[in-house]
Every structure is written in C-alpha cells, then in structure tokens.
C-alpha cells in the first residue's frame, strides 16, 4: 500500500529550479527597491505622520525578496548531484514548485 502523495524531483531539475526562484527573487528585491528610491524622492511633508510609510513598505517587500533570493541560493548551492529528492506537500510549496497547499 502506498501512503500519502509525494513527488520525485532529479538533483538537476531541483538546482536549476532552486536557481531560477533565486533570479527572481533578486530581480523582485531590485524592482522594490527602485520603487523605494522613487518614492523617497517624490515624498514629502504629504507623507508626514500617515501610518502607512510607502517607502518602508516597498523596502520591506525588497527585503522579504532578498532573503527569499538568498534562501534558495543557499539551497541550490547544497543540493547533491546525482540524487533523487522526494517532496511532500509542505517542501512543494516552500519551495515554490507549487503555489500553495491544497
């Protein structure tokens, strides 16, 4: 009998995967940033005392991204050549094969 629902993922197919979210995470964090930076010099006395700073939530949203981006560059560079990696639900969503858990 076979328990449970897992999928079976190359050592390759895994790294190049693990490498390409590390991308766009990067090009994420660089993208808020810019947005940041954009903010910070348009803004003003109109920004003063509002709860919402957007400038620090786009430099927040960078930051999420960049540990994101070094998260799965740290998986990548650990990945074992020549290995099969079993994945369950949770690891599936953790790392971004699939969108989130059903």
């Not at 090009?27 to 003063?48: I, L, M, N, T």
């Not at 990548?76 to 858990?101: C, F, K, M, Q, W």
């Amino acid at each position: 009998m076979i328990e449970g629902f897992k999928l079976d993922f190359p050592s390759e197919e895994l790294k190049t995967h693990l490498e390409k979210r590390s991308a766009f995470h990067a090009e994420k964090e660089s993208q808020y940033r810019r947005q940041a930076a954009g903010v910070r010099d348009v803004k003003g006395e109109d920004f003063q005392g509002q709860t919402v700073d957007p400038e620090h939530a786009l430099s927040q949203r960078a930051n999420d991204h960049a540990s994101k981006r070094d998260f799965f560059a740290l998986l990548a560079d650990h990945v074992v050549p020549l290995e099969i990696y079993r994945l369950g639900n949770t690891e599936l969503v953790l790392l971004e094969l699939i969108s989130r858990g059903y």
